[in-house]
């Protein structure tokens, strides 16, 4: 498994994601559980992963986080 991106649907800034090895099998990672000033909405991030069999057949895998407006 190969961690491949995360993004957020909020702006992100250098502090947002920490100790995360992109390229690497890489499955635990913090994510800051902030949102922006005035956002009504919360924060969510997107993790994506690709898998790839020992035959070279991949696919992507994702999975969200959701920093909710209330916290």
Request: charged share 25%; hydrophobic share 35%; glycine share 6%.
């Amino acid at each position: 498994m190969e961690l491949l991106s995360i993004a957020a649907n909020e702006p992100l800034v250098p502090d947002d994601i920490d100790e995360a090895a992109f390229g690497t099998d890489d499955r635990s990672f913090e994510l800051r559980a902030t949102r922006a000033s005035g956002s009504s909405d919360g924060r969510v991030y997107t993790i994506t992963y690709r898998a790839t069999d020992s035959a070279g057949n991949s696919t992507l895998a994702t999975a969200t986080v959701l920093v909710p407006r209330n916290r």
